[in-house]
């Protein structure tokens, strides 16, 4: 296993009915900025809740942080910011609504001349202003981690510090029942994804990190189809299993002390950027073709993957691994995302535009091994077509 050093400071209140613990968690003294996006939480009662919670408090509002919220929109609330001398943000929704708030919380603290500058430049965040979150989209795990991603003129980047992880974060199931099919496999998706990119890269005998997880993957692949189902879609357990595996996901907890391999993300993001593709469809789409492309420096991890989440042991290892290249594919189409760039209308001639893109962002060197160079993205295109 690798060193590290591990904390995570965000309370989480899980549960039926706990948007009320916003009255206790957030200083009666704070003036509050509530962050929202286009308006789902008022037509499903959950701004209700937030307002009746907040009854004792003086708060504000900020709408509209749209999906793979944009810069320009973002800076928009530094006006609001300062004339109400705002010091608390309590972002209520998905995980562009939290990414979105992370930004405008370092953005008002931020002492030179443009805040993203701590985006492309990685000038260090030195202050942020404090974040709570009511989280109404399991997905990201950004209601509890130190990132964020945003997009300007189609660049979309991410950045990390730790003064913009959430204080706490509020997790009720029922909160996710308003969400359309399309948004929860999106959810299930990119849980899965996060926890592949922990762990299919090379064994350090991490078996903790391994077992968390494979418990992570298997309770997707389990309880992400029964979301979709009619006769489940509605089940809070079903739904509160999915919202604490996506927090699980990516907490910092299984990724401690292991090699990580971002090179899906990284190259799904150039393909929402350039082509608004919604984030989890990219990774789908991409992570398959990674699997297929970096077989040999992920043999050991592909054959403890195959055996212990698809119960391959028969055969050689070649087949094995194939096999679970398509039952990881088959699970995506289960949960009914595209696998395929042809799928989203892509094809060849786009790739050459995302290469570029990956090159001009500095992702020249991803995966586990820094290996994955611009050529080995493009071939990882390729596989994808
Ligand atoms: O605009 P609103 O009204 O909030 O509607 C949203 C939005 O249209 C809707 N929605 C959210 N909760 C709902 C709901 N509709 C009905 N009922 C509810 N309860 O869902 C739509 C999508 O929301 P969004 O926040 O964009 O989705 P998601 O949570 O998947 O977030 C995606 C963003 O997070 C970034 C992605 O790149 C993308 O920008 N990521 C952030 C990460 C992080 N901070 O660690 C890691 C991830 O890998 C990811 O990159
Ligand atoms: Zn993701």
């Known amino acids: 296993m690798l060193n590290f050093s591990f904390q995570n400071t965000t309370k989480i209140h899980f549960g039926a009915g706990q948007i009320k613990a916003l009255a206790k968690a957030i200083p009666k003294t704070a003036r509050v900025l509530i962050t929202y996006g286009s ?52 972002a209520v929704g998905g995980g562009s609504v939290v990414d979105g708030t992370k930004f405008i919380a370092a953005a008002a603290l931020f002492e030179g001349d443009d805040p993203w500058d701590f985006v492309t430049k990685g000038q260090p965040i030195k202050q942020a202003l404090p974040i709570g979150c009511v989280l109404t989209l399991p997905a990201t795990g ?3 981690n130190t990132g964020a991603v945003v997009t300007r003129d189609g660049n979309k980047l991410p950045f990390q510090s730790p003064l913009v992880r959430p204080l706490f974060a509020v997790l009720d199931p029922a909160v996710t029942l308003s969400l359309s099919e399309r948004q929860v496999s999106n959810g299930v998706v990119d849980a899965f994804v996060h926890t592949m990119e922990q762990y299919l890269t090379y064994s350090v005998n991490g078996k903790v990190q391994d077992r ?3 418990g992570l993957l298997l309770t997707l692949i389990e309880e992400g189809p029964k979301a979709l189902a009619a006769e489940t879609a509605n089940d809070l ?32 993001h150039e393909l929402t950027g350039a ?111």
Not at 83 to 88: A, G, N, R, S
């Open 237 to 268: 357990d079903v739904r509160g299993n999915i919202m604490w595996a996506a927090t699980m996901a990516l907490n910092g907890l299984i990724g401690s002390g292991v090699p990580q391999d971002w090179s899906t993300h990284m190259i799904g």
């Open 142 to 144: 950004s209601e509890s």
């Open 39 to 90: 308006g789902s939480i008022k037509t499903n009662d959950v701004y209700g809740q937030v307002v009746a919670a907040l009854s004792e408090h003086i708060w504000f509002e900020f709408s509209g942080i749209e999906p793979n919220p944009s810069y320009d929109t973002l800076m928009k609330a530094q006006t609001l910011i300062r004339q109400h001398d705002i010091d608390y943000l309590l």
């Open 275 to 385: 082509y608004q593709i919604d984030h989890a469809r990219t990774l789908s789409i991409v992570l398959p073709a990674v699997m297929k492309v970096c077989t040999e420096e992920k043999r050991e991890k592909l054959l403890q993957y195959a055996e212990r989440i698809w119960d391959l042991t028969e055969g050689d290892e070649g087949s094995r691994i194939s096999r679970a290249i398509e039952l990881t594919e088959e699970f995506f189409h289960i949960m009914k995302v595209p696998t395929r760039l042809s799928h989203v209308d892509l094809g060849e001639t786009e790739i050459e535009g995302l290469i570029e893109k990956l090159t001009q962002h500095g992702m020249v060197k991803l995966g586990e091994h820094g290996a994955i160079t611009p050529e080995v993205s493009r071939h990882i295109l390729t596989a994808a077509l």
């Open 212 to 214: 968390f997880a494979e």
